[in-house]
């Protein structure tokens, strides 16, 4: 177990539709980073936010969008789905490793998919 | 954005056997790690490693930095080592962000 938890695990819903997904940090990591895995396009970094700001923007859609809370967890909100938005979505927060370069575990993923 | 390249793409062992895995970086990385997709899609953590040799166990791994590239070694696999592994590592100069940039995967199947 990471630390990191997802909610929902699964969740299924049609083409047009919007859904959130949820993310808790592991306790005292400040940055959560969202990653989307599909069979197309690999892992791939979409967004980290660090204590409630945005850092960095990977190829995340403009239909999809995230945030971080002040008590750390974050969403990240997906709307008018399309079939190719099926795919793992995994949340992960940094731990400092040594030189003050940054570990990352990984949630257990919310595996979408678009009917 | 950095490339990264991992070897073999598909690999069967039968149980007992060892192997190596390879990733090679096109340009220098921070946060390298060594990660298991098991079969129920978790990413497991193997190892951090953005230079030097680690060991876990059966497993250990290797990063030279200045020549960009890591080895992950299994030894004695079992069954349980079958999934994907990935290593993934940050592109320097980037700061604070620390975007992993993934390769696409060695698919290890261990069989009896």
């Known amino acids: 177990d990471s630390g990191v938890t997802q909610t929902p695990k699964h969740l299924i819903t049609a083409t047009g539709q919007r859904v959130t997904l949820r993310c808790s940090p592991r306790s005292g990591d400040l940055s959560v980073y969202w990653y989307q895995q599909s069979l197309d396009q690999g892992l791939q970094f979409l967004i980290q936010y660090y204590n409630g700001e945005e850092r960095a923007k990977g190829n995340i859609l403009e239909r999809f969008s995230a945030q971080q809370f002040p008590d750390l967890h974050s969403e990240l909100n997906l709307s008018s789905l399309e079939l190719g938005d099926s795919a793992l979505y995994f949340c992960a927060s940094s731990v400092r490793g040594s030189g003050g370069l940054y570990e990352q575990y990984f949630g257990p993923g919310t595996r979408l998919t678009v009917t | 954005g950095i490339q990264v390249e991992q070897s073999p793409p598909d690999l069967i062992l039968q149980e007992g056997a060892n192997s190596t895995l390879r990733c090679n970086f096109s340009?220098?990385?921070?946060?390298l790690q060594w990660f298991h997709q098991n079969p129920w899609g978790q990413l497991i953590n193997l190892f951090y490693?953005?230079?030097g040799t680690k060991q876990n166990g059966r497993l250990s791994a290797t990063t030279v930095a200045t020549e960009r590239y890591s080895l992950l070694y299994i030894s004695s696999s079992q069954t349980t080592d079958s999934g994907v592994y990935f290593c993934?590592?940050?592109?320097?100069?980037?700061?604070?962000?620390?975007?992993?940039?993934f390769g696409t995967g060695t698919r290890l199947q261990v069989t009896l």
């Open positions: 340009d220098s990385v921070n946060n």
């Open positions: 490693i953005p230079s």
């Open positions: 993934a590592g940050q592109p320097q100069n980037t700061g604070t962000a620390s975007k992993l940039t």
